[in-house]
């Protein structure tokens, strides 16, 4: 069929029978008049745009990103009740069912513990059955249609002091969420980590700053003691992937420095788990192992005016080669020294030397 | 006597943990050690244990007036319903120092049911060398540690019901992995559009379309050589077009691939010559 030849019958199909739109639009969900004609046609779409909400195929130059097979080759009977594509009258089936009989995939994952509304009643509140100017047939791109209905994400992204490239990237929001449905919550096509990974294993990644990312991949491949959310492959417990307000698209505070007067609302995000109290408690035998007797180290560490040492001070926060993410050294200086922690652990505490202290032993239990 | 000598061997097992397991030697206490069973207030009033004759103590640390918890208890609360009838002991276990009021309204609003223990002194906790809240710890009937799930953003509820499950002896380690590394949620499979070719080809061979049916179930083919119903569908839309010669190969791969493909049954015996 050639192209102006099928322009003209979209034409025709859009001018002569606007009970085709009515009967196609009308699949959205909670259209329950779908068989019946509409009272009123929708308006005519501009260049290249269906009319909102309208399942009409596109008209103009330039030509849809995307075309639906049996659109494409005019066999509108595949779908609707007549082969003419200038009466092809309403639709043989509604919803779903209507799609599943070519997209025979879908009835597998629609058995996935997690499946999106949408897909589940009406596969056209997001396609476009005819053409697009999307890929996939989507009536918008992706991230649009995503947030026309989450908008909090919407809002989260757009409004993001520090924003996710992956939003803005290849697929957008489904560089990490299978629309349709998915093995794991929130329609994510893996465990947060496995996604992470897919993309934070260069070098060469850096923020929007321009300052070198991690490479998260290679530090955890020779790094095996792993903090517990990394370890749950849980990275979506600290950083917040739609945007953020703070670096590294960290979900709340935390301190950037090495040295830090304490203050427990810097340590939003650690102690969004871990216990406050086991840093401000001076002394206790529970709320840390981090003690010499009950006198808490942590504590001490942490709580000396002006010089207070940050987390990052002595722990790594995804992974590292000692216990309890000791890190093996600390930076000093600008020119990319690291002095080395010496940090020993024994059956009952542990001991620390040369770098920042002479040599210091701590026992649990004296 | 018997009492007294349960009693002895509780008293004995804690003293083992109190005194023996000293938390600084990991990040909590390692797997298939003995948990002490001391006696706790409850916020209730009174007094009870954590842990109970049963195949599951499942023993949920938390702490008011802290997101996470909100939620953990709030997903746990679902969670609760599938192990109705079974032997699953939930308990809450909390820090006697937490504001009273602020567990029971905490308690309220998520629907977490089960009896709350005040943990003296975070006694318990301290002894499991935990280090942050909410976390859950199964403990099994033998009374030693099977698994801690400190709270995750995804999938929180799945794994803790699979780690209970897999304790209840309800799912194999196969299936227990399946739920703490689940596979990957792909699209369809390589050969999706191949089948959807195939299908738009069957469509519009019912329609009577057979030759845009073939130049489909070819187009199918050509994606994935090895698809049985779509040899059968071409041998049909062959058969049908009065090309027995070419439908009957068709068939007979059909039937190489899958020897019970019923339409290639039938469409060879339709191409059988007539005696």
Not at chain 1, 52 to 61: E, F, I, Q
Request: charged letters at 20%.
């Amino acid at each position: 069929m050639g192209f102006q030849y099928k322009a003209l019958v979209i034409f025709l199909v859009l001018v002569l029978a606007p009970p085709l739109w009515a009967q196609t639009s009308a699949a959205k969900p909670g259209a329950a008049a779908a068989a019946a004609p509409a009272k009123k046609p929708a308006a005519t779409p501009g260049p290249g745009k269906a009319a909102p909400g309208s399942l009409a195929p596109l008209l103009t130059k330039p030509a849809p990103v995307s075309s639906h097979a049996p659109f494409e080759a005019g066999d509108c009977k595949i779908c609707h009740q007549n082969a003419d594509p200038k009466q092809p009258g309403p639709v043989t089936k509604q919803g779903p069912a209507m799609c599943l009989d070519c997209h025979e995939e879908f009835a597998g994952i629609m058995k996935r513990p997690h499946t999106h509304v949408p897909a589940r009643t009406s596969c056209t509140s997001c396609h476009n059955p005819h053409n697009s100017n999307s890929r996939k047939l989507l009536v918008q791109e992706p991230l649009a249609l995503c947030t026309g209905c989450h908008d909090k994400i919407g809002k989260l992204n757009s409004s993001a002091a520090v924003p996710h490239k992956a939003l803005a990237t290849g697929a957008q929001c489904s560089n990490c969420h299978n629309p349709h449905g998915s093995t794991v919550e929130k329609l994510l096509v893996q465990l947060p980590f496995d996604l992470c990974v897919n993309c934070h294993n260069v070098d060469t990644m850096a923020d929007a700053k321009g300052k070198k990312l991690q490479n998260i991949k290679a530090w955890l491949d020779k790094n095996k003691e792993q903090h517990g959310p990394v370890a749950a492959k849980d990275c979506s417990a600290c950083h917040e992937p739609h945007g953020s307000e703070h670096f590294r698209l960290l979900t709340a505070d935390y301190p950037q420095e090495f040295y830090a007067a304490y203050d427990a609302r810097n340590y939003e995000l650690c102690f969004s788990c871990h216990q406050e109290k086991a840093f401000s408690t001076a002394q206790t035998s529970t709320l840390t192992s981090f003690r010499n007797g009950a006198t808490n180290l942590h504590y001490l560490h942490l709580q000396q005016s002006g010089r207070g040492r940050t987390c990052r001070a002595c722990h790594e926060v995804h992974a590292s080669q000692q216990k309890h993410h000791i890190r093996e050294g600390v930076p000093y200086g600008s020119g990319g020294w690291m002095l080395k922690l010496f940090y020993k652990k024994s059956a009952t505490g542990g001991s620390c030397e040369k770098t920042c202290h002479s040599e210091k032993t701590y026992v649990n239990n004296k | 006597m018997f009492s007294m000598l349960l009693r002895l061997c509780f008293l004995m097992a804690f003293a083992a943990v109190a005194t023996g397991f000293h938390p600084a030697s990991a990040a909590h206490a390692a797997l298939g050690t003995l948990v002490g069973n001391a006696e706790m207030a409850t916020l209730a009033g009174g007094k009870d244990q954590a842990l109970k004759k049963v195949e599951a103590n499942v023993l949920v640390f938390f702490r008011p007036n802290q997101e996470r918890s909100l939620g953990a208890l709030r997903e746990l609360a679902q969670c609760q319903s599938g192990f109705t009838g079974k032997s699953v002991h939930w308990v809450a276990i909390v820090s006697n120092s937490a504001p009273t009021e602020s567990i029971a309204a905490l308690l309220r609003d998520t629907g977490f049911n089960a009896p709350v223990l005040l943990d003296r002194d975070d006694a318990l906790y301290g002894s499991l060398g935990l280090a942050l809240h909410p976390v859950v710890v199964i403990v099994g009937s033998d009374q030693k540690l099977v698994a801690f799930e400190p709270f995750r953003s995804v999938d929180f509820c799945t794994v803790v019901a699979a780690r209970i499950r897999h304790l209840l002896r309800e799912i194999s380690d196969e299936e227990l992995n399946q739920a703490l590394t689940p596979a990957k949620s792909i699209q369809g499979g390589s050969d999706q559009v191949a089948k959807r070719y195939r299908a738009f080809a069957e469509a519009l061979f019912k329609d009577k379309n057979y030759d845009k049916a073939l130049e489909n179930v070819r187009k199918s083919l050509d994606k994935a050589p090895l698809l049985a119903p779509a040899h059968a569908l071409l041998g049909e839309i062959l058969a049908a077009q009065g090309n027995c010669a070419e439908a009957i190969p068709a068939f007979n791969q059909a039937l190489t691939l899958d020897a019970a493909n019923t339409p290639a049954k039938e469409g060879l015996e339709r191409c059988k010559p007539v005696k």
